[in-house]
């Protein structure tokens, strides 16, 4: 696939990712201090089949697009920076093992990725009492999260896997 043509294709996969992102954030449970939703499983996918860049800009299109309809940007924003860096960390991996067991790794790096930027900035902005505290408190809700969404991508990963092996083909 020539250079132009690979990247029209990811500028495109980026695009329909982070939209299902946005619309999957939507299926959520409120939690005290967050909401777990189905928003990071599509992160997951773009960063099994395709580049750390790709992934992060999935996270972040994730974080602004749901911060836009909840009016929650400081918890948002923040999450889909984090979810963008599980993202780059599973495009990595997936390269070196098994995308389904990246998939999983990576779903379990939110709970330092994911909840430690939104415990950053709700420290920063002092509407929490401290990191420590704020990363604690969330720890029920990111767990919720993440159970679902790892189950959810992997089983996703897994089905691609084993019917559209080529998606998984990296130059």
Same mark, same amino acid.
């Given at each position: 696939? $020539?250079?132009?043509?690979?990247?029209?294709?990811?500028?495109?996969?980026? @695009?329909?990712?982070?939209?299902?992102?946005?619309?999957?954030? %939507?299926?959520? !449970?409120?939690? &005290?201090?967050?909401?777990?939703?189905?928003?990071?499983?599509? !992160?997951?996918?773009? $960063?099994?089949?395709? &580049?750390?860049? $790709?992934?992060?800009? !999935?996270?972040?299109?994730?974080? +602004?697009?749901?911060?836009? /309809?909840?009016?929650?940007?400081?918890?948002?924003?923040? @999450?889909?920076?984090?979810?963008?860096?599980?993202?780059?960390?599973?495009? /990595?991996?997936?390269?070196?093992?098994? &995308?389904?067991?990246?998939?999983?790794?990576?779903?379990?790096?939110?709970?330092?990725?994911?909840?430690?930027?939104? $415990?950053?900035?709700?420290?920063?902005?002092?509407?929490? &009492?401290?990191?420590?505290?704020? /990363?604690?408190?969330?720890?029920? @809700?990111?767990?919720? %999260?993440?159970?679902?969404? +790892?189950? +959810? %991508?992997?089983?996703?990963?897994?089905? +691609?896997?084993?019917?559209?092996?080529?998606?998984?083909?990296?130059?």
């Amino acid at each position: 696939m $020539a250079s132009r043509e690979r990247r029209s294709f990811i500028l495109i996969y980026v @695009a329909v990712f982070g939209a299902l992102s946005i619309v999957l954030s %939507s299926i959520r !449970v409120s939690f &005290p201090l967050g909401n777990p939703n189905l928003g990071s499983t599509p !992160v997951s996918i773009a $960063a099994a089949a395709s &580049p750390g860049l $790709a992934a992060f800009a !999935v996270g972040l299109i994730k974080g +602004l697009g749901v911060s836009l /309809w909840t009016g929650q940007a400081l918890i948002e924003i923040p @999450a889909g920076i984090g979810d963008g860096m599980m993202g780059v960390l599973t495009s /990595w991996l997936s390269r070196r093992i098994n &995308p389904v067991l990246a998939v999983a790794v990576g779903q379990l790096s939110r709970y330092f990725f994911t909840s430690g930027m939104i $415990a950053l900035s709700l420290t920063i902005s002092k509407s929490y &009492p401290g990191f420590l505290e704020a /990363w604690i408190a969330m720890i029920p @809700a990111i767990t919720a %999260s993440i159970i679902v969404n +790892l189950a +959810l %991508s992997t089983a996703a990963v897994a089905g +691609l896997r084993r019917f559209y092996p080529s998606v998984f083909r990296r130059p």
